[in-house]
């Protein structure tokens, strides 16, 4: 059986099956194609003597820089190791009874509510629907809770809720304090970020993520803004000096990367239509409309499990997504990547749809980026002796 995966990127987990990862083309993580900036890259190696210098306790600096490109007052901000380590700090600070959770969402909102002894209620959408929101549900289910987390844009379906829909939840109920997610709010050409609202809301809290837009996952790097209150008391649940300096140093610099972000706001849109454009012709196969750097796809017939093991005889490696609650074992994840990577993700798929191979045969085409062991491996997951 292939191993389970609970995030993307998890490719330690095939080094340990004897899968070298040298030559995959990762499709399970969801970061930026287009890689860290130069310019970020260049400054980090000028600078990695300062790794002999302790950081910032609160990462004023970069906390004083997002203050003014945010236009939001410093004491509304606090700066984190990765948006993850706000997740666990929001139930630690808040301490709710009960929170709602969009699902199928991201894992972590779970475990940390389980870790605070916090009962969850798992708001579950159709796929069938397209995962859209049944509002009149939602309201009844907000009734009874302290907390709710959304993903906006949500990973793993890539959908939306709309701002102004969003916010209107928030001012309807104002004893339900609103976590919302937007690591992934860059890569959408739809404006959903609510960021500058903070100020208006005190149940409104807004975690923000360096990692996917910057493909910068290593350095770890996030921040939340929220009302005062709120803010303070998270600020509390995190460390001093939980930040590195080459860290903090990486947020100051690509703060002003705003063409950066445009450009490959640009350069995903163009993928990922090209990408559920391609997938939505293989047979079998029924990908979902995303405003992310990622696409959530259904498979009729072959398990996701089966088809992400036999992707990995191709040298691809897909998110098996089983294992977010309200999906199956007929849900993969994909992130969209670079023209010529799509187009392998795409005529592999369709090989492994129909069962063909390559024309020239195993040893070629797409199969010649895999380690030539890594067939026989993937063999025995298939058949169960591993």
Not at 222 to 249: M, T
Not at 260 to 271: K, L, N
Request: charged share 25%; proline share 6%; net charge negative.
């Amino acid at each position: 059986m292939m191993p389970i995966f609970e995030h993307g990127g998890e490719l330690e987990k095939l080094e340990r099956l004897g899968i070298s990862p040298e030559n995959l083309i990762d499709f399970s993580v969801n970061l930026n194609p287009l890689g860290p900036p130069e310019e970020l890259l260049r400054t980090l190696r000028e600078r990695i003597s300062e790794i002999a210098l302790y950081p910032e306790p609160r990462s004023e600096a970069l906390v004083a820089k997002l203050s003014e490109k945010l236009k939001v007052p410093r004491g509304n901000l606090v700066v984190s190791n990765g948006s993850n380590q706000l997740i666990y700090a929001v139930y630690r600070a808040l301490r709710p009874g009960r929170v709602l959770i969009l699902q199928p969402t991201f894992s972590e909102y779970r475990k940390a509510a389980a870790l605070c002894g916090t009962y969850v209620i798992d708001f579950v959408l159709s796929p069938e629907d397209g995962f859209s929101v049944p509002l009149e549900e939602l309201h009844k289910a907000l009734e009874s809770s302290d907390l709710a987390f959304i993903c906006n844009p949500n990973n793993p379906t890539g959908s939306l809720l709309e701002r102004e829909l969003l916010l209107a939840l928030v001012r309807r109920f104002p004893d339900t304090t609103f976590v919302v997610d937007e690591a992934f709010s860059d890569f959408s050409d739809v404006p959903s970020s609510v960021v500058g609202n903070v100020l208006e809301f005190e149940n409104l809290v807004v975690l923000r993520s360096f990692t996917k837009i910057f493909s910068i996952p290593g350095l770890r790097l996030g921040y939340a803004a929220a009302g005062e209150n709120v803010a303070s008391a998270l600020r509390e649940q995190i460390e001093p000096w939980s930040v590195n300096r080459l860290s903090q140093l990486a947020g100051e610099i690509v703060l002003e990367f705003e063409r950066f972000v445009e450009q490959t706001r640009g350069f995903i849109s163009e993928e990922r239509d090209f990408l559920f454009s391609g997938i939505s012709k293989v047979e079998g196969l029924s990908p979902f409309p995303s405003h992310a750097n990622f696409l959530l796809v259904r498979c009729e017939a072959l398990g996701a499990s089966s088809l992400q093991a036999r992707l990995l005889e191709k040298g691809i490696f897909v998110r098996d997504c089983s294992n977010f609650v309200g999906l199956d074992g007929h849900f993969f994840r994909v992130a969209v990547r670079k023209r010529e990577e799509n187009e392998r993700l795409i005529s592999a798929l369709s090989e492994v749809a129909d069962g063909s191979e390559s024309p020239h045969g195993p040893g070629h085409g797409l199969a010649r980026r895999q380690e030539p062991d890594n067939h026989c491996i993937v063999q025995d997951i298939l058949s169960g002796r591993i």
